[in-house]
């Protein structure tokens, strides 16, 4: 297996072979680790573009932001309507086609206008491992993954983020906001908003790790194992319930089994929309 420094090398070859580039970056530690690789080799033929809609938390577009003026990077903020998208809406297991159908499409056109030969995103290794429908768009609109090209893994990301001085190598994941709701519960804006509002508490709290997964009147509060006695004492019970039904959810429970990724696609329901072309144009 190559080393951390090989990969890195090798990375930095592949990208300076690709002449100008669009790196979509949601401002996590995948993306934007490829970001700062890109801009360390191509400069100002490297462009950021992060996709705004209600699906990504404001303060996370913000973040990207300063870590883009940071890095010296383009920055291209383009809105992005995946939820106008009916199947995008009704939220079937392969939801995040749609959305990477819609993101990557102004990828590209992006690139077009800025001349850019090539868009590119932070998939790596250890994605693989999860249920990823977005792939399928990626490969339709040619985006390449440098990162799983060489081999990197979450680990080797992180240390090589770390090795750069960013700020953002131990990040928490990131995922949409789309990703709290289980598959066939409708996606609002609305339905957003309440679940943003509440993980933006829970994070004014000290809760750095966290999910508020949304169950109709109901949100089940994922945060890491250790941190869950202290979600649970009287004073931080008290805060959270009142902010919550504020936000709109009548019930508040909490995961004993704590944060995990992915935890909703542990019982995947079998039913997809359709992506054949024919349906794909008659949206």
């Known amino acids: ?5 090989d990969k890195i090398t090798r990375l930095r070859d592949l990208l300076a072979g690709l002449d100008r580039v669009v790196v979509c970056f949601s401002g996590g530690v995948d993306s934007g680790y490829l970001l700062a690789e890109a801009v360390g080799t191509l400069g100002d ?3 950021a573009l992060t996709a705004v809609s209600p699906s990504l938390a404001p303060e996370e577009g913000a973040d990207a932001t300063r870590l883009a003026e940071q890095l010296g990077a383009r920055h291209v903020l383009v809105d992005t ?4 998208d009916a199947r995008y809406a009704a939220n079937p297991v392969n939801r995040c086609y749609f959305c990477k159908t819609e993101v990557y499409a102004r990828a590209v056109a992006e690139a077009g206008r800025l001349g850019a030969t090539h868009v590119l995103d932070g998939f790596n290794v250890d994605d693989r491992g999860d249920h990823r429908p977005g792939r399928h768009a990626a490969r339709e609109h040619g985006v390449r993954s440098p990162l799983d090209e060489l081999g990197f893994t979450k680990t080797d990301i992180r240390e090589a983020a ?3 001085g960013l700020p953002i190598w131990n990040k928490p994941a990131l995922a949409c906001l789309s990703s709290r709701f ?4 409708a996606i609002t804006p609305e339905r957003l ?3 943003a509002t509440c993980e933006r508490t829970l994070r004014g709290l000290g809760f750095h790790v966290c999910r508020v997964r949304f169950h109709d009147t109901m949100a089940r509060i994922e ?3 250790d941190e869950i006695p202290r979600l649970e004492t009287p004073e931080v019970h008290a805060e959270v319930l009142r902010r919550f039904r504020d936000a709109g959810f009548e019930t508040v429970t909490v995961d004993p089994r704590g944060y995990r990724t992915g935890s909703l696609n542990e019982r995947l329901p079998v039913t997809v929309v359709d992506v054949t072309p024919t349906a794909l144009g008659s949206a």
């Open 45 to 47: 033929r490297a462009t």
């Open 182 to 185: 289980p598959y066939g519960v």
């Open 162 to 164: 770390r090795r750069l």
């Open 1 to 5: 297996m190559p080393s951390l420094d």
């Open 193 to 195: 908003t309440r679940v």
């Open 81 to 84: 309507y995946e939820l106008d």
């Open 223 to 225: 945060v890491e194992r």
